[in-house]
């Protein structure tokens, strides 16, 4: 039996553009929500609506048993959070993950948001730096697929600008992936260090990269909600994620209103809207 090619065609990868912008507006929507005294459910219902008014569709309502449009992290918890209507508090450190479904094909990005809280400055700090070190190895990582002969040089990448800025946990559990008509498929994209080189970096190559750092220990548990993923310290964690496509004239970033151009400028590399 044939093996399903994990190569997009230009066309279908100019078709991914539409459903990777709702996800970067339903994100847009969400920053906006996310305040003290604000709830995830809140934050949940703003990504929804920024989606339905793109024409498309939230995609992770398509996962068998889950009826939310994100995934919302707090605190100790990494991902597949359910929003709720836990009240958010200053200090918080909040991972927000969305993505749509428009004409068939789909979208995939996170980001990360520490609340203030000017009572606790060491601990907005330490946050905020986690978070900071989370989303610039994700661009690393990025920036190296614009380069890279073979996918698993991002994992290298993402470790390396990780491990110069300090003393971080890179979880081993959970990795990126290949999207496309579906929201995972192959292949896998580590966020470390792996002896394998993983498939050809070519045209057609479309993946969602999403590094997953914890303050303190990597290991995590499922908590009885059967989705959410904690860290077991209780110590807290940073996700950051976008789905980024490889095309014959370079690299562009689906999930990101500029195309990735702003994050990747530090690394001296500019992305390529597909023709």
């Known amino acids: ?15 991914m553009v539409e459903p990777g912008l709702a996800t970067a507006a339903s ?23 920024a989606i339905l008014a793109l ?3 939230p995609n992770f309502k398509l996962e068998p048993g889950y009826s939310h449009t994100v995934c919302a992290s707090v605190n100790e918890d990494v991902v597949h959070g ?14 927000i993950d969305s993505g749509a479904v428009l004409g068939g094909w789909n979208g995939d990005a996170a980001f990360t948001v520490v609340l203030p809280d000017p009572t606790r400055p060491e601990l907005v700090a330490e946050r905020q730096r986690l978070s900071d070190v989370t989303e610039g190895s994700l661009w690393a990582g990025i920036a ?20 110069n800025r300090g003393s971080f946990g890179i979880l081993t559990d959970y990795v990126g992936h290949g999207i496309g008509r579906s929201m995972h498929e192959a292949p896998p994209v580590f966020n470390y260090r792996v ?3 993983g498939p050809e970096v070519k045209p057609g190559l479309v993946v969602a990269i999403e590094p997953m750092v914890v303050l303190g220990s990597i290991d995590t548990h499922i908590k009885d909600d059967d989705w959410t993923v904690a860290t077991d310290d209780g110590l807290a964690a ?8 490889v095309h014959r004239d370079g690299i562009w970033v689906l999930t990101a209103e500029d195309g990735g151009a702003s994050g990747l400028a530090p690394f001296g590399v500019t992305p390529t809207r597909p023709a």
């Open 1 to 15: 039996m044939l093996r399903k090619s994990i190569y997009k065609t230009p066309a279908q990868i100019r078709l």
């Open 27 to 49: 994100l847009v929507a969400a920053r906006a929500a996310l305040r003290v005294g604000s709830t995830t459910a809140a934050v949940d219902a703003a990504a929804e609506a």
């Open 55 to 57: 024409g498309g569709a």
């Open 82 to 95: 359910i929003p709720n209507h836990r009240v958010l508090e200053p200090g918080d450190i909040v991972s």
């Open 144 to 163: 190296r697929l614009a380069s890279a002969s073979h996918l698993n040089e991002v994992g290298d990448a993402v470790q390396g600008y990780i491990e």
């Open 195 to 197: 002896r394998q080189k």
């Open 238 to 245: 940073a996700h950051w994620e976008h789905s980024v496509a």
